[in-house]
């Protein structure tokens, strides 16, 4: 691969204050060798690699070039600072050839990436002494005691140990976009396990229970306090509830398949009884991610001004990677987002094992996945959480490394994508040499 200076139209103005740059001063365009299944060309990658982290531009390049990527970005923090910044691709999934750009500060649907923010936002309120960990849940909200939920602690919800990943009558976009209709469905439900015995991925139910807890809180509701007390002090590009005036930011994600990668070796079957959770109606992991049903348009407008903390969020990758670098260490001058207990709440395994959702075997600490065969990240210490589909925010206390990957082509992979896992073993490649 060689280098050459950076001078296309894909670099954009970023609006955020993270305005560090890697300490390299490799401002390169990264062309690859190979040509893109897509376009037949090369793909053009904007951004910066500080000296030791080339390997992961190239691996970034061979995203594209071997694992059908059409637009994407990856940030990495190490003490701090960007180490490597780069985008390349379009900013639609579904553009053409030669379509709009991905440029610097290009914002795209996160996922369930969107659940290491609303865990900082519980954790954070713990900290200051706002929020009792070891209280019930309906000590902030009394409704939320029906059904045999009054043992339900707060940490329960974080560790997805609550007992209700599903509902019993699944709400329409429309309705999921109501705070105060979501909350009475969670408050209503009947526990699917006595709460705090076991644990199960509460893949949109999870958002909805923390934003309540956020608002009797604090009176603020949740995108408005993210906004308040995470994103602006940060600089962060991230919003959960998009305004209209951030629209243009933003690019159109879609589903894409998986090409076989020379580079990942032979592709491995889910095992049976996963396959069959995800393909039965009546399986929890089926009602779980239908909690939400019709399938809502994660492109409309109004889903993405909707307020989800468990599924919507909406961030550029070097957002997420200052997200998770702040959570860790300090950033441009200000001291990290968590105090040393905190760190160590966030981190500490609160659930483990056969997930009753997911079917496979789960790491989670308050809120955050943990590093496991499920997820894989840099290494024991790690935590942050995955996006359904490619999406991946972490921090590495050890390493004092954080990292954000954004996509705006979505796979059928749940908790590890071949494109973040990729970058992952560059990145730990690189942490080594």
């Not at 365009?29 to 000296?51: E, L, Q, R, S």
């Not at 070039?65 to 390349?88: F, I, Q, S």
């Not at 997805?160 to 599903?166: D, F, M, S, T």
Request: proline share 9%; glycine share 12%.
């Amino acid at each position: 691969m060689s280098a050459t200076t950076d001078t296309g139209s894909g670099t954009g103005t970023p609006t955020s204050t993270d305005t560090g740059t890697p300490t390299s001063t490799d401002t390169s365009t990264a062309t690859g060798t190979a040509t893109t299944a897509d376009t037949g060309t090369p793909p053009v990658v904007h951004g910066t690699v500080a000296a030791g982290f080339e390997g992961v531009r190239d691996a970034f390049v061979r995203n594209f070039t071997e694992r059908g990527e059409r637009g994407a970005a990856l940030t990495v923090h190490r003490d701090g600072r960007p180490v490597v910044d780069l985008w390349a691709g379009t900013r639609d999934m579904d553009a053409a050839p030669g379509g709009e750009p991905w440029r610097q500060d290009t914002a795209q649907i996160v996922r369930s990436a969107t659940k290491g923010v609303a865990a900082a936002a519980l954790l954070l309120l713990h900290q200051r002494g706002q929020l009792d960990l070891d209280a019930p849940v309906a000590a902030y909200w009394p409704a939320y005691k029906a059904e045999g939920k009054e043992r339900t602690l707060v940490r329960h919800v974080l560790a997805h140990r609550a007992g209700i990943p599903a509902l019993d009558r699944p709400l329409t976009p429309a309705e999921a976009a109501d705070p105060e209709l979501t909350a009475a469905a969670v408050a209503a439900q009947r526990p699917f396990w006595e709460p705090g015995t076991d644990h199960g991925y509460h893949a949109h139910t999870y958002g909805w229970l923390i934003a309540e807890l956020v608002r009797r809180v604090t009176g603020v509701p949740f995108g408005t306090w993210v906004d308040q007390e995470i994103a602006r002090p940060l600089g962060l590009d991230l919003w959960v509830g998009l305004a209209p005036e951030r629209a243009e930011r933003v690019g159109r994600i879609g589903a894409t398949e998986a090409p076989v990668s020379p580079s990942d070796g032979p592709r491995l079957r889910p095992r049976r009884g996963v396959s069959e959770a995800y393909a039965d109606p009546g399986s929890l992991t089926r009602r779980a991610f239908a909690a939400i049903s019709p399938v809502p348009d994660e492109n409309d407008p109004a889903y993405r001004a909707a307020v989800l903390p468990a599924s919507n969020g909406i961030m550029t990758a070097r957002a997420l990677s200052r997200f998770h670098a702040a959570l860790i260490g300090p950033v441009d001058g200000a001291p990290p987002l968590f105090a040393p207990a905190t760190l160590d709440l966030a981190r500490a395994e609160a659930s483990a094992g056969p997930d009753r959702v997911l079917v496979i075997t789960t790491r989670f600490g308050a809120g955050f996945m943990l590093h496991g065969s499920a997820s894989p990240l840099l290494g024991p210490g790690s935590f942050g959480h995955p996006g359904r589909g490619g999406p991946l925010g972490f921090a590495d206390p050890q390493s004092g490394t954080a990292f954000g990957y954004v996509t705006n082509g979505l796979r059928k992979s749940v908790t590890s994508d071949a494109r973040a896992q990729a970058l992952v073993r560059a990145v730990r490649s690189a942490l080594a040499g």
